[in-house]
């Protein structure tokens, strides 16, 4: 368990592949400590008119991680966004929607990033 | 883990493709079982005037359990689209009753004491009259 920021713990890890990178190669980044929350309400009311760009997981990490969006502005349209695998490269997939900062500059300073679920590998618990 | 309610009924689970009589492909689920009509109409109502009634009934939910963390219940949430041909339907409280489409899948309090399912329900069939609504 690490800690994210100067108030949570992780409670997972992930794995994080560029958008031209996949599994089973190794990711771009490996073995990054998140804590992963379900927010599938909150996507779903936020996006009511584009249900495809709604996000279904908040993921909290350290503020140096290199992960990347392929947001553009305006009209949504995700370029060459990276993805996150849960808790490793053989888990469940997730996009990344959205990166924001928090806590610039603070001691309570990681990154938050909106996350849309893909197919997992059913059964599993990694959602 | 435990759920952090008490539980207040059961569910049976089916896979698509599997339907009672037959049997469940998860039976007797401890769930604690509530409905959520508002808040799944509300945050649906932009796509049922884009997509018509058909994608709205897609996405909407009507009821909302709580499972157990480690229950084999699935959604059919492909990323940003909704496939229901791969999505169980759970029976509550059995084979008997009412029948529910999963729309959504989520953990909550992941690695926490109560650590669960999230279980995000439309509400297809009731056999009236009825209380398990």
């Keep these: ?127 | 883990m435990a759920l952090p309610f008490a539980s207040n009924t059961t569910c049976d689970i089916y896979r698509h493709g599997n339907a009672p009589p037959a049997n469940p492909d998860v039976a007797g689920v401890k769930i604690y079982f509530k409905e959520e009509y508002t808040k799944g109409s509300e945050a649906n109502e932009g796509a049922a005037s884009s997509g018509g009634t058909a994608l709205q009934s897609q996405w909407k939910w009507t009821h909302i359990a709580f499972m157990p963390q480690g229950t084999d219940v699935r959604d059919g949430y492909t990323g940003g689209n909704i496939s229901q041909a791969n999505a169980d339907f759970v029976w509550v409280p059995n084979k008997n009753q009412s029948k529910y489409l999963v729309i959504f899948v989520e953990r909550v309090n992941r690695g926490q004491a109560t650590d669960y399912l999230r279980v995000y329900l439309q509400r297809v069939i009731v056999p009236w009259p009825s209380n398990e609504v």
Aim: charged share 15%; hydrophobic share 30%; aromatic share 8%.
């Design chain 1, 1 to 127: 368990m690490a800690t994210i920021g100067s108030t949570l713990n992780s409670n997972t890890t992930c794995d994080i592949y560029r958008s031209t990178n996949a599994p089973p190669a190794n990711p771009d980044v490996a073995g990054v400590p998140i804590y992963l929350a379900p927010d599938y309400v909150g996507g779903a009311e936020h996006n009511e008119s584009n249900q495809g760009n709604a996000w279904t997981h908040i993921a909290s990490l350290a503020a140096t991680t290199d992960i990347r969006d392929g947001y553009q502005g305006g009209p949504f349209l995700l370029v060459n966004p990276d993805n996150v695998y849960v808790p490793d490269k053989n888990g469940t997939k997730f996009k990344v929607i959205l990166v924001v900062r928090k806590g610039r500059n603070t001691a309570n300073d990681f990154k938050k990033v909106y996350l849309q679920r893909q197919t997992p590998t059913w059964p599993t618990q990694n959602i």
